[in-house]
């Protein structure tokens, strides 16, 4: 069957989706900003979420894009919580530098 | 199977309790449901089967596995007592969460397929991470909670990409398909790359250099009794099922496996020990401890193919004198506001019977006979031994000498220095839970064979 | 002769030191005395009944084995025969006497019973030395002396002076007991017994004898002989010994133990035979020892400090005689020597008694009026001693310079000189107490008197045993010769026929002796010259009143390097070798500290490492996938 | 009467002391070791009517861990050795009083159930159990009734355990690696094996450390002078008399036969070392200012040369260590306790501080220079008996190392007389010095009595050694 999958080659989304990954990668390491660094893992995710439904296509398999419902309520949730924390730190510390985390060390 | 409905029902029974306000009765009828649940278990024990298309698989593993998180569940139960006093509004969330987070250690060691794998560790993670954050007002609490949340899911999306790699090289998530192309076939490369990303997020989990940068803040900054479950449950849960997910994928591991676990395990062993000698956070040395304890427990990987029951033990026996541990942490700490070892002090005079408890765990840790820790270390020295890894080995043994070191700290501190204040009346749960764990532990020592046979 | 009789002979003296222990303090002085002194006089007669009815066979009783060694073992056995009942006869004989004479010697001291004690505990010990079965036994009785001659030296412990000395002659005691120990290794991994008659058999026999190793024997024993027997290089404990109280140092370092090597290398006669040269060492040794401890006696003015060195000197004279290979006349000159020396001491004692405590000539004199007995014994002892004809010391010291003079001439003539030597200072000695004036406080003057009957009685007896003493073995026909004749694997050399050397050496002897006294009689009876206080000693002199500095030598070369050592490994070394351990600690403490600065709690870094893990890891990967 | 029992008996002691209350402790403690001693005395009844005295029972299936206690002559005389000592060192303690007594005593008892048990294992990882056990309640006596400063005493105590601990977990290795050859611990399979040179090499090594740490030989004996020092004197009595003969018990019954072909290669070198250690410990002995210190060194210039003589492997070295082992356990923990004694009366271990002494005891004195002398090998005492029968071996293998270990005859009277001298000896001391109560009299007495008896009748415990000491050199030579 010819689908848009074989025009284009697989090896093309798995290149796609590592780059976005390393994007969401970079973005965690760099910025600083709570709320970009859970973007930044969304990123990560979403990128590894393309990637299933590519897999998917490719061995003409379901299971693939049934994971990505999976992860994408897994990930709702993890940010539902990381959110939750990230109020309880704004309320107490009345920011959410990231950087400024530095109670705990040594 | 029957064990993880009955398990997400008691957590949700839990809940219910909290709306028909029967707080009081919520502990102990939570610890009869665990205890009963274990029974369930040793029914599956002797009756392995697979449900839902192989969505979980019980065996021998799984089913002992899952006792044995169900006993530390008991245990952490039972301490969530008074350690909520002061907070009773929540206690029932506090102990639903857990008891939700043990569901998702059951569904990690009896996966069939990387999808409930999934689901399994990330419903840990989650509940850990509200736990972590669990005591709102306080920033370490707070920034505990961030910290192993960033962490944890950059962990679950590497962990994800893993995953994906290898349903990219399989075309399954069925863990048994899995197993049999991986013996067959030409493989593509993203297997591996599959296989090692996936390994890497648990190694995370277990806090394994270099992952384990989040374990000591983590530790510290979360309330005790958090401490107490990631430092008992959910390292050993992890470990167990890296094991599994490491006997699954690939059962005889090429030695460019080996030569990296060798590496981690030295490496986490080593930094463990040394960074622990210099702590004076009882909590924060306890996480390197571990730290080092994961080295530990990674050796099992060596000889993967029979040390299923070695690593049994091992993790029984560490997570029972953690437990002890704890209790007597959390006795000493409890209305403190840090957990220096300077609390310790004089806690021989003034609690013989805590101090005693604390020094044997610690001893166990340690790895002196006749404690269980030290029949561990011994199973596992020499099942490495007989693998032929011998440089481990010792420097496993040089590093047991190190961990002395800060072990014997804390011993000191009880025994050698004067107490500061006067003794507090221990409530009877800390005493039970202890002296239980601690009695465990030994009787393990003098009967290894128990536990060790069930995984032959 | 029955187990029995042996063991009255040896236990006799134990029980006394048992009473004296347990129960001296309670009992009194006088059954003290009585108790000690009966204890050794029972083994005193037990041992004339062994004389008088002791066959020409040695006889051997072991009572049970001791010690076993995977070659041998060892019993614990004792052996009768002429030598050991030769010296028990004087020990136990002169040994009563000097128990007598320190009941009223000690009277006045506190702790009389310990003293008895510890007398009786020597005689216990020197038989047990002298009747052993085998080198071991000897050894007990052997350590036993030194250890009773420590106690007995440091009596007055209050002194630490007195401490030291006795200290000092205990250790030096045991270096030559090392070297006891050793030869008794190497004779028994030679022969795989010690045990002296089965010895004498295996040696004579013996066809294969490795000569090095008996030579190595020999040697080791030699040593153990100097210890006891002060012998250079290990003298310098003699003199000091003179610490104890003087019944001590007439029993203990004159007459007896001193003695004990002779003893020894007389017993091991057949082994000494089989190493010439280190018979030739011994007969050295001794000469120069006789001469050295001679010039030393010169000058000295502390009369028993005299005495020692001349004991020191006429020991030398009977090493010489057994590194000639004449052991009966050594046997001889201990006997007579015995006497003599013991009554001189005796009278030193008696001396020193009587000035309550001086001991220093040059505060004494003309106490021959006040102290007659003592005179004359003394006299008697020190004519004996120079070797006047007919005096017991005459007939011992002519045979052995004889001896000497047939082996070896040069070693004659450092003899003769020794023996003149002896002469004058003897005389000195007597010219110096009790003749001119006397030189002490008026205070002592008043109370001069002669010691009391207990004192005097031995003296007498001493001082007729020293004047005709030499009976025992004339030349020409000797008793003692053909006494001891089956102890010696050589046969016996036989006494000098009377030829016209012998008769002209006698003459030499005595004229020199005559001179020696001579110049003694002008210097300090004519001339009346009495020794100049130690601040204006000078030249030669001094060199001789210091001895040589030997003890100052001794104490920089072996003392204080030890102690320097000592000090060194103590806090250098020790501190050393602790810090190394603690170093390792410290290393890894170090590391935690810079871990510490890693673990900085920013997520940043953390989520850095974790990274680079995975890349490093999946790097290694492709690395193997790549080269294999 | 079987093997098993005595260490229950030790072991149900210990709670029993522990139960019994600060009051009682004493007397049940001193009861138990009595008992304790009485079934060592029936044990060896029946082993001379020549009753195999064993227990064997499979504890641990894989991997294969038996409960195997074994009680040959030569176990039999440490066993002797312990129990005889344990009450001895009890009841010297009745004249002090510890607080939380109960606690004291019970972990005294409990040490020497562990020692007893090591010196009847059988198998290897038994053994190393109570091996590591014995460890434990001396580290507690030694850091809570210790004396001196808090501080100093903790850091003394903690690098001995991690010191011994250190040597010990090296020694599991070797034994682990074994059991992977030979299928299981006991020692009459690893004795079996046949192993190359090399592997010898380094499991003798493994041990080495061990026991060179334990024992101690130098250099690894820095741990030994602070602690003594600073444990209580019963802990020093425990560690002098009869811990460090664990050690070189250790050696004549594991180290020497599984390894010998590495012990007869290197055979100059141990036996060096315990020399060098003879002469070392009694020069670093004679400026000693502490009283108990100067001991502490004593005892390793005296372990040095035990040691020695069990290095050559010759009957009489093997027969000598042991007979040495025996005294010298008796004769340090008499002098240990008379350190105490002096202690009790005038609360200093300064030798500068004494002298004086022997004016005011009479029957102290005479016993301290009983003691004194037989530490010095003075005939007729046992440790003579030992020392020649050491010396002698020393001589079969070479006569210079005889003559060097011998110095520790002149060496040894040396630091001992000028200690006696400085203690006792000398001006009456101003203070005043109590004669020996009845209580120590008899302790002493005790043990004066044992080391001259045996020195004059050694043969009873020369008899009941010698056969299990050949056993062992078969299997020594069994490669030749």
């Not at chain 2, 020295?381 to 440089?391: H, K, N, R, S, V």
């Not at chain 3, 002791?54 to 073992?73: T, Y």
């Not at chain 3, 036994?137 to 002194?159: P, R, T």
């Not at chain 4, 008892?109 to 091996?131: C, E, H, K």
Request: one cysteine or more.
């Amino acid at each position: 069957m010819d689908n848009i999958l074989n025009q284009i080659g697989i090896e093309n989304y798995i290149f796609l989706s590592v780059i976005l990954f390393c994007i969401g990668v970079f973005g965690v390491l760099y910025r600083r900003n709570a709320i970009v660094v859970f973007m930044s893992i969304e990123i990560m995710l979403n990128a590894v979420n393309l990637l299933f439904a590519a897999f998917s296509t490719y061995h003409q398999d379901a299971q693939g894009q049934v994971f990505v419902f999976f992860s994408m309520a897994v990930a709702a949730a993890e940010v539902a919580v990381g959110l939750a924390i990230l109020v309880s730190i704004f309320r107490n510390m009345h920011t959410i530098d990231v950087g400024n985390l530095k109670n705990l060390k040594g | 199977m029957n064990t993880l409905i009955a398990i997400s029902g008691l957590g949700v029974l839990c809940l219910l309790f909290e709306i028909f306000n029967f707080r009081k009765a919520i502990v102990p009828v939570t610890i009869i449901g665990l205890l009963a649940i274990l029974g369930l278990t040793y029914a599956e024990f002797n009756a392995p089967a697979s449900f839902y298309n192989n969505m979980i698989v019980v065996s021998k593993f799984s089913a002992v596995f899952s006792a044995l998180f169900i006993v530390l569940t008991v245990f952490l139960i039972a301490l969530s007592h008074d350690f909520y006093e002061d907070h009773q509004t929540k206690i029932s969330d506090f102990i639903a969460i857990k008891i939700f987070m043990l569901a998702g250690a059951v569904a990690m060691v009896s996966f069939g397929n990387l999808a409930m794998f999934f689901l399994g560790i990330e419903v840990l993670s989650i509940s850990l991470y509200i736990l972590a954050a669990s005591n709102r007002l306080n920033v370490k609490s707070n920034e505990a909670g961030m910290k192993y949340f960033l962490m944890g899911s950059f962990a679950s999306g590497i962990i994800l990409f893993g995953i994906c790699f290898i349903y990219g090289a399989m075309g399954s998530f069925d863990v048994a398909e899995i197993t049999e192309w991986s013996r067959s076939a030409e493989l593509p490369i993203w297997f591996p790359i599959g296989i090692t990303l996936v390994t890497i997020g648990m190694l995370f989990k277990i806090a394994a250099v270099p992952f384990h940068f989040w374990a000591p803040d983590v530790y510290e900054g979360s309330p005790t009794l958090t401490t107490t479950t990631m430092s008992t449950l959910v390292k050993v849960v992890a470990i167990a099922t890296l094991y599994k997910l490491l006997t699954a994928m690939n059962a005889d591991l090429s030695d460019t496996y080996i030569n990296i676990i060798i590496v981690i395990s030295i490496a986490s062993m080593t930094v463990g020990n040394i960074m622990a000698l210099k702590q004076n956070n009882v909590k924060r040395m306890l996480a390197f401890s571990g730290i080092s304890h994961a080295g530990f427990m990674l050796m099992t990987l060596l000889n993967i193919s029979n040390s299923a029951g070695n690593l049994l033990y091992y993790t029984t026996a560490y997570s029972l004198s953690g437990i002890a541990a704890f209790a007597v942490i959390l006795y000493v700490c409890k209305n403190k506001n840090n957990e220096d070892i300077a609390n310790f002090n004089g806690l021989g005079k003034n609690n013989p019977l805590m101090a005693a408890v604390l020094t044997a765990s610690l001893l166990s840790m340690a790895g002196i006979p006749i404690f269980a820790g030290f029949f561990a270390k011994m199973f596992l020295f020499t099942q490495t031994i007989e693998a032929g890894y011998l440089i481990v080995v010792i420097a496993a043994v040089i590093n047991s000498i190190i961990s002395v070191g800060y072990y014997f700290k804390l011993i000191l501190a009880m025994y050698n220095k004067e107490a500061n204040e006067e003794a507090t009346k221990t409530p009877f749960v800390l005493y039970a839970v202890a002296i239980v764990s601690i009695l465990l532990n030994i009787v393990l020592g003098l009967f290894p064979s128990v536990v060790l046979d069930l995984l032959g | 002769m029955n187990t029995n009789l042996v063991l009255v002979l040896l236990l006799a003296p134990f029980l006394g030191f048992l009473f004296n222990v347990f129960l001296g303090k309670k009992a009194g002085k006088n059954i003290v005395g009585i108790v000690g002194t009966l204890s050794v006089a029972i083994s005193f007669a037990v041992t004339l009944y062994l004389f008088a009815s002791a066959g020409q066979e040695p006889v051997v009783l072991n009572l049970f084995d001791w010690i076993s060694v995977q070659r041998f073992d060892i019993s614990f056995g004792f052996l009768i025969d002429q030598l050991s009942i030769l010296w028990l006869l004087f020990v136990t004989g002169i040994g009563s006497l000097i128990h007598l004479y320190s009941i009223s010697y000690m009277h006045d001291d506190e702790k009389m019973h310990s003293f008895f004690a510890y007398l009786n505990l020597f005689i216990f010990f020197m038989i047990t030395l002298v009747i052993g079965s085998n080198l071991l036994m000897m050894f007990i009785g052997w350590e036993g002396v030194g250890l009773c001659s420590y106690l007995l030296i440091g009596f007055w412990y209050k002194n630490q002076d007195f401490n030291d000395a006795a200290k000092k002659a205990f250790i030096m005691n045991r270096i030559g007991d090392l070297g006891f120990l050793i030869g008794i290794f190497i004779v028994g991994t030679l022969f795989n017994t010690l045990d002296f008659t089965t010895l004498k058999t295996t040696i004579t026999t013996a066809t294969d004898i490795n000569d090095f190793w008996i030579a190595a024997a020999a040697l080791a024993l030699f040593i153990g002989a100097c210890g006891k027997s002060a012998q250079i290089p290990l003298y310098t404990w003699l003199p000091d010994a003179m610490a104890g109280p003087t019944p001590v140092s007439a029993l203990i370092h004159a007459a007896t133990m001193v003695t004990a090597g002779i003893f020894m290398l007389t017993r091991l006669n057949f082994l000494f035979d089989m190493a010439p040269s280190v018979q030739n060492i011994i007969a050295i040794v001794g000469a120069c020892t006789a001469l050295v401890a001679a010039t030393i006696a010169l000058v000295q003015n502390d009369i028993k400090k005299v005495l020692a060195y001349s004991t020191v000197s006429q020991l030398g004279l009977m090493f010489l005689a057994l590194g000639l290979g004449a052991y009966e006349i050594a046997v001889f000159h201990v006997i007579t020597h015995a006497f003599f020396k013991a009554c001189l001491f005796l009278g030193s004692g008696s001396v020193i008694h009587g000035l309550h405590g001086e001991q220093d000539m040059r505060r004494m004199g003309g106490l021959k009026k006040a102290m007659p007995i003592t005179f004359i014994t003394m006299l008697i002892a020190a004519l004996a001693i120079s070797g006047i004809f007919p005096l017991a010391g005459f007939w011992s010291k002519d045979e052995i310079l004889m001896t000497a003079f047939h082996k070896n001439p040069t070693l004659w003539v450092i003899g003769s000189i020794a023996s003149i030597m002896t002469a004058f200072y003897m005389f000195r000695l007597i010219y110096l107490t009790f003749f001119n004036s006397f030189r002490g406080t008026e205070e002592q003057k008043n109370h001069l008197h002669e010691s009391p009957s207990l004192i005097t009685l031995p003296l007498i007896i001493l001082a007729i045993l020293s004047f005709f003493g030499g009976i025992i073995s004339l030349p020409g026909h000797s008793w003692l010769n053909e006494y001891l004749s089956p102890l010696f694997s050589k046969a016996s050399h036989e006494a000098h026929s009377l030829g016209s050397t012998e008769y002209m050496l006698m003459a030499i002897a005595t004229i020199g002796a005559i001179i020696g006294i001579g110049i003694a009689y002008k210097k300090y009876l004519k001339d009346n010259t009495i020794p100049t206080e130690d601040a204006e000693i000078t030249g030669l002199t001094k060199v001789l009143y210091n001895k040589y500095y030997v003890d100052e030598a001794y104490d920089v070369i072996f003392v204080k390097p030890i102690n320097v050592l000592s000090n060194y490994f103590r806090d250098s070394v020790e501190t050393t070798l602790s810090a190394l351990v603690f170093g390792l600690g410290k290393v890894t403490t170090r590391f935690a500290l810079e871990g510490k600065k890693v673990h900085n709690g920013s997520v940043g870094l953390y989520l850095f490492a974790f990274v680079i893990g995975i890349i490093a890891i999946l790097t290694y990967l492709f690395l193997q996938q790549f080269f294999t | 009467m079987d093997v098993t029992t005595l260490l229950i008996i030790l072991l149900v002691g210990t709670f029993a002391t522990y139960f019994s209350g600060d009051k009682w402790a004493p007397k049940v403690a001193l009861l138990v070791g009595i008992t304790a001693f009485a079934s060592a005395i029936c044990l060896l009844n029946q082993y001379n009517l020549g009753n195999e005295i064993s227990y064997t029972k499979l504890w641990i299936a894989k991997p294969k861990i038996y409960l195997a206690f074994q009680a040959d002559g030569l176990a039999l005389a440490m066993l002797l050795l312990t129990t005889a000592l344990t009450p001895i060192i009890i009841f010297s303690s009745f004249g002090n009083t510890y607080k939380n007594s109960k606690a004291f005593y019970a972990l005294i008892v409990f040490m020497s159930f562990a020692m007893s048990g090591t010196f009847l294992a059988s198998d290897g990882l038994l053994y190393y159990i109570f091996w590591e056990l014995a460890l434990i309640p001396i580290y507690f006596i030694a850091l809570i009734w210790g004396n001196g400063d808090a501080e100093e005493r903790k850091k003394a105590v903690v690098k001995f355990f991690i010191y011994t601990l250190a040597g010990s977990l090296f020694m599991l290795i070797a034994f682990i690696y074994l059991q992977t050859k030979a299928g299981s611990f006991l020692i009459s399979d690893l004795t079996q094996l046949k192993l190359s040179s090399t592997e010898q090499f380094w499991i003798f090594l493994a041990f080495f450390l061990a026991y060179a740490i334990k024992i101690p030989l130098i250099p690894f004996h820095t741990w030994q002078a602070k602690v003594y020092q600073k444990a209580p004197t019963v802990g020093t009595m425990l560690l002098s008399g009869i811990m460090l003969k664990m050690g070189l018990y250790s050696v004549i019954r594991w180290q020497l036969p599984i390894a010998p072909l590495a012990a007869k290669e290197y055979m100059y070198v141990f036996i060096g070392l315990g020399i060098a250690g003879v002469i070392y410990g009694s020069i670093v002995a004679l400026r000693q200012k502490d009283l108990k210190k100067l001991l502490a060194y004593s005892s390793l210039a005296h372990v040095g040369l035990i040691a020695a003589g069990a290095y050559t492997l010759t009957l009489d070295g093997l027969r000598g260590a042991v007979l040495q082992m025996i005294a010298h356990g008796f004769v340090v923990v008499g002098l240990f306790f008379v350190a105490e004694i002096i202690y009790r009366r005038y609360e200093t271990r300064k030798i500068a501080e004494m002298g004086g002494i022997r004016a005011q005891t009479p029957k102290f004195t005479s016993m301290f220079m009983l003691l004194v002398l037989a530490s010095v090998a003075l005939p007729s005492t046992f440790n003579f008996v030992g020392e020649f029968t050491v010396l002698f071996s020393l001589s079969q293998v070479n006569i210079w190392f005889a003559i060097f270990g011998g110095t520790t005859i002149i060496l040894g009277a040396y630091y001992m007389l000028k200690m006696f001298q400085h203690v006792m000896l000398g001006e009456t001391n101003t203070k005043l010095f109590a004669d020996v109560t009845f209580n120590e009299g008899l302790t002493l007495v005790i043990i004066i009595a044992v080391l001259f008896f045996f020195g004059l009748y050694p043969k009873p415990i020369m008899t009941l050694i010698t056969p299990s000491l050949e056993n062992i050199l078969t299997q020594i030579n069994r490669f030749n």
